[in-house]
């Protein structure tokens, strides 16, 4: 059985390979022309389909959507009971049918003209009646499906996503959509949070600071380091204004060489020290504070005030 199991496996993955094959063949006018009227479309890109149709769709709009086309999918039995309210002027609409036949099409059809809007076909069926309306066809024709009784979306399933990715990846290229405008598409995600996240939006600030004055004692920067955890006193004048900094690596440095916790904190302390700007990065935080191998810093204003902190374990929890 297992044999058997892992033919039909194969069998099925080669049978869609080999219709795949012929897809970088297709690109011609019609598509590059499909591609030029999205990129001047003014309004939103709408993707519909039915059945295995639709969820192809469902994906090839979200590709859009996040690869900077502005495009969102619409079910064409919703859109005839009132979806098509979402549709407006200027609007792109791309309509997914392997058999060109698929009868929602046929009533929308005539609603998305009197808009007007532009019509792209995704179809393996050139003399179809929706390829007949559309203004531009992107054929997804293939010889075979993967099923073996010639039923199922398979193989026309897989180029037609394909064939949706090349589309959103073109018009990605052509918008010289980069990795920052990426990041502002997928903000919760790893590279959203390494390439927004700035440092005074992760920053300790208020109470959890660890400052003392420049006329404390060591004793004193012992209690805030113990008080909020974070491996770093600020050292500043009565003004905020950073003097210095003492670290847990300072106060072990101070008593082995027989220094007391009652001294000056200016004894001890490492002058002005490395720091932060609210405006940068939080992932070129990371990487200086591995460079430097340290795992905090104060976070300083323009006027050099000490305005935050900032720990590694807080840019983890933030998600780099």
Same mark, same amino acid.
């Given at each position: 059985m297992r044999e058997i199991l892992i033919e039909a496996a194969r069998e099925t993955l080669q049978t869609e390979i080999d219709q795949?094959? %012929?897809? !970088?063949?297709?690109?011609?006018?019609? #598509? *590059?022309?499909?591609c030029t009227m999205m990129l001047a479309c003014?309004?939103?890109?709408?993707? %519909?389909?039915?059945?295995? &149709?639709g969820h192809i769709g469902k994906k090839i709009a979200a590709t859009l959507a996040s690869t900077g086309t502005p495009a969102f999918y619409v079910h064409p039995a919703e859109a005839l009971h009132g979806d098509l309210g979402m549709i407006?002027?200027?609007?792109?609409?791309?309509?997914? %049918?392997? &058999?060109?036949?698929? *009868?929602? #099409?046929?009533?929308?059809?005539? @609603?998305?003209?009197?808009? !007007?809007?532009?019509?792209?076909? #995704?179809?393996?069926?050139?003399? &179809?009646? @929706?390829?007949?309306? *559309?203004?531009h066809v992107i054929n997804v024709e293939v010889s075979r499906? $993967?099923? !073996?009784?010639?039923?199922? !979306?398979?193989?026309s399933a897989v180029c037609t996503l394909m064939?949706?990715? $090349?589309?959103?990846? *073109?018009l990605m290229r052509a918008r010289n959509f980069n990795e920052n405008d990426y990041a502002r598409t997928h903000p919760a995600g790893s590279l959203g949070a390494r390439l927004l996240c700035r440092v005074g939006d992760i920053m300790r600030n208020g109470e959890k600071i660890a400052q003392v004055q420049e006329d404390a004692l060591i004793s004193d920067a012992l209690f805030e380091l113990t008080r909020t955890g974070l491996g770093l006193v600020a050292v500043t004048d009565r003004d905020r204004r950073l003097r210095g900094v003492f670290s847990d690596g300072d106060l072990r440095r101070w008593l082995l060489k027989g220094g007391h916790i009652s001294a000056a904190i200016v004894d001890a302390m490492t002058p002005m020290g490395f720091s932060l700007s609210p &405006?940068? @990065?939080? %992932?070129?935080?990371l990487a200086a504070f591995h460079e430097r191998k340290i795992s905090a810093a104060p976070v300083l204003s323009e006027d050099n005030r000490v305005v935050g902190a900032l720990a590694m374990h807080d840019i983890h929890d933030?998600? @780099?």
């Open positions: 795949i094959v %012929s897809l !970088p063949d297709r690109l011609d006018n019609a #598509f *590059a022309d499909a003014r309004g939103k890109v709408i993707v %519909s389909g039915m059945g295995k &149709s407006a002027t200027g609007d792109v609409v791309v309509l997914i %049918s392997y &058999s060109g036949h698929a *009868a929602e #099409f046929r009533r929308m059809i005539p @609603l998305l003209r009197a808009l !007007p809007v532009g019509i792209i076909a #995704f179809t393996g069926n050139a003399d &179809s009646p @929706l390829a007949q309306e *559309a203004d499906e $993967a099923c !073996p009784l010639g039923l199922a !979306p398979t193989s064939m949706g990715d $090349a589309m959103a990846i *073109a &405006s940068q @990065l939080a %992932s070129e935080a933030a998600g @780099l």
